[in-house]
């Protein structure tokens, strides 16, 4: 029962949703460039395209979130920049991706090869690039705070074994620090993937399509593990 009751929470979750939707892509984008017959190579090339028009979709807004994100830790003066900068980029990154979705959908009037569309592209792509590379940092930063604080409870519990409350405020730092960890990974099997989009010789297609698919399975187990938390 607990875990049907985390699969449903996890399902209306976003992240949940769009993760699993990134592994569908990245499943037909690795099929479209390993199966040998060139009917269904696309077949899988079309369905990885719709399923990045979904994404698209599903995305629409992020960058308030975003701006949301900033705000609140501008005022609450964090002692670290790089998740702010993360943000940052994150907003960039969100509102190319906003216009090449309008494009894709006709209401952007922009010619395929047009130097402004292509523009978009590349801000796209290498604000996800910046924006993994600082969400890195940020968690590295993230995850040392958080194992000191972890310690530090540790000695609590250990003077008083009666310290029921601190005992499952010790469990859901464990599962904070495991999301940390997660992320991290998910991140660093990110920026390849993001590469490949700002220029395609630079990488293989099928390293990409096993990079994405690790990555989105990462974002799932990521999403799944967050309900965990009391």
């Given at each position: 029962m607990e875990m049907a009751n985390s699969f449903r929470c996890f399902m209306k979750d976003f992240e949940g949703r769009e993760q699993s939707l990134k592994l569908l892509q990245y499943a037909s984008f690795l099929a479209s460039v390993l199966w040998n017959s060139q009917t269904l190579r696309k077949r899988a090339k079309k369905l990885a395209l719709?399923?990045?028009?979904?994404?698209?979709?599903?995305?629409?807004?992020?960058?308030?979130?975003?701006?949301?994100?900033?705000?609140?830790?501008?005022?609450?003066?964090?002692?670290?920049?790089?998740?702010?900068?993360?943000?940052?980029?994150?907003?960039?990154?969100?509102?190319?991706?906003?216009?090449?979705?309008?494009?894709?959908?006709?209401?952007?009037?922009?010619?395929?090869?047009?130097?402004?569309?292509?523009?978009?592209?590349?801000?796209?792509?290498?604000?996800?690039?910046?924006?993994?590379?600082?969400?890195?940092?940020?968690?590295?930063?993230?995850?040392?705070?958080?194992?000191?604080?972890?310690?530090?409870?540790?000695?609590?519990?250990?003077?008083?074994?009666?310290?029921?409350?601190?005992?499952?405020?010790?469990?859901?730092?464990?599962?904070?620090n495991d999301l940390l960890v997660l992320e991290m990974i998910r991140s660093i099997l990110d920026i390849p993937v993001a590469i490949y989009f700002l220029d395609k010789n630079k990488l293989n297609a099928g390293v990409v399509g096993v990079l994405g698919v690790l990555s989105s399975a990462v974002g799932v187990a990521r999403s799944f593990k967050k309900q965990t938390l009391t």
């Open positions: 719709n399923l990045a028009v979904v994404r698209k979709a599903l995305r629409l807004g992020m960058p308030f979130k975003n701006l949301l994100e900033i705000l609140t830790r501008a005022w609450n003066k964090p002692k670290t920049w790089t998740r702010g900068l993360s943000d940052v980029f994150g907003v960039a990154f969100y509102l190319a991706d906003h216009c090449l979705y309008f494009q894709r959908v006709g209401l952007l009037k922009l010619q395929p090869e047009s130097t402004r569309l292509m523009l978009f592209d590349i801000v796209r792509n290498l604000s996800w690039v910046l924006k993994e590379l600082f969400a890195i940092l940020a968690t590295a930063l993230e995850m040392h705070n958080l194992q000191k604080l972890m310690q530090k409870l540790v000695r609590v519990i250990q003077r008083d074994s009666n310290q029921a409350l601190n005992s499952t405020e010790y469990r859901n730092l464990g599962v904070k």
